[in-house]
C-alpha cells in the first residue's frame, strides 16, 4: 500500500455495496454513457451539441468515480465483528446512547468514513461521537465536544 494511500475501514456489507456500485459503473453505465455519446456525434456538429457535452462531461464523473472505487476497493480492510465482542464498542458496533441533558436516546452504528451516513445513523469512527464513543463499554458515561459546545452521553448498550 502506498504510503499516502489510507487505509479504507469498512464493514462486510459496505464492502459488497462498493462493489457493487463498481461493477454497475464498469458494466451497466459505462456502456450506457458511450451509447449516449456515439448518438450525439451522430447529430453532427459536436462543437454547438448540449448532448454531446453532458455526455461527456459524464463520462469524466464516471471515470472518476470507477477509479476512486478501484483505490478504496484496494486499501479495504473490513472488520469482523464477531473477533471483536459485544462488551465493548468497535467498528460495526450498534450503540443506543442517551443524551444526559434532554434524555432523548440515538442510535448509531459505527463505521469506516466511506461508509459513514449521517442521515442513516450510519456515523464514521472519525467523527466527534465515533471517536468519543470507541472502547467504551456498557453504561459508560462521557462528553463530546462539538461545535456547539459538549454533551454528555451514557452509553446505554452495544450490539
Do not use: C
Not at 448532448?51 to 479495504?76: C, P, S, V, W
Not at 464477531?82 to 443524551?99: A, M, P, R
Request: net charge negative.
Amino acid at each position: 500500500m502506498n504510503m499516502k494511500d489510507k487505509e479504507v475501514v469498512l464493514t462486510q456489507e459496505g464492502l459488497l455495496k462498493l462493489e457493487q456500485e463498481h461493477e454497475t459503473l464498469k458494466t451497466v453505465r459505462r456502456r450506457e454513457i458511450a451509447d449516449r455519446i456515439k448518438q450525439a456525434i451522430e447529430f453532427g456538429d459536436i462543437s454547438e451539441n448540449s448532448e454531446y457535452e453532458d455526455a461527456k462531461n459524464e463520462q469524466a464523473f464516471i471515470e472518476g468515480r470507477i477509479l476512486t472505487l478501484e483505490k478504496m476497493l484496494r486499501n479495504a480492510k473490513v472488520i469482523e465483528n464477531i473477533e471483536l465482542g459485544q462488551n465493548q464498542v468497535h467498528l460495526g458496533s450498534t450503540v443506543v446512547l442517551k443524551d444526559m441533558e434532554y434524555n432523548d436516546q440515538l442510535e448509531y452504528t459505527i463505521v469506516g468514513a466511506a461508509e459513514a451516513n449521517p442521515m442513516k445513523n450510519r456515523i464514521s469512527h472519525e467523527s466527534p461521537v465515533g471517536q468519543a464513543v470507541l472502547g467504551r463499554k456498557k453504561g459508560d458515561v462521557f462528553e463530546v465536544q462539538v461545535p456547539a459546545g459538549s454533551i454528555k452521553y451514557k452509553l446505554v448498550s452495544i450490539k
